[in-house]
Nanobody
């Protein structure tokens, strides 16, 4: 069973909005993880674009700051990425990642594809 599962990707026009979600398995204590969103565009390396601490403090790379909002719902085990003012260069596979506080291995989802195009 996958421990992190992304959803919400799809085709959207430039300037549009999309909300991604990442559902954590009941097997993990979600609030004990620092969560982040990463993306990998065709032919490029995977990059971290937003992160959020267990208490909800966000951080963003400059390329998405002011357009994307990361949030989490610890009781529900959910991570979100609200994306607006989307650009063609936002086209990528988007992944969620969880890094446990203390010891343990990071978790990755399998990704969801976002395509920004007319």
């Amino acid at each position: 069973q996958e421990k992190l599962v992304e959803s919400g990707g799809g085709l959207v026009q430039p300037g549009g909005s999309l909300r991604l979600a990442c559902a954590a398995s009941d097997e993990i204590i979600f609030s004990h993880y620092i969560m982040s969103w990463h993306r990998q565009a065709p032919g490029k390396q995977r990059e971290e674009i937003a992160s959020i601490t267990s208490s909800g403090n966000p951080n963003y790379v400059n390329s998405v700051k002011g357009r994307f909002t990361i949030s989490r719902d610890n009781p529900k085990g959910m991570l979100y990425l609200q994306m607006s003012s989307l650009k063609p260069e936002d086209t990528a596979v988007y992944y969620c990642k969880g890094v446990p506080l203390g010891t343990g291995f990071p978790l990755w989802g399998k990704g969801t594809l976002v395509t920004v195009s007319t």
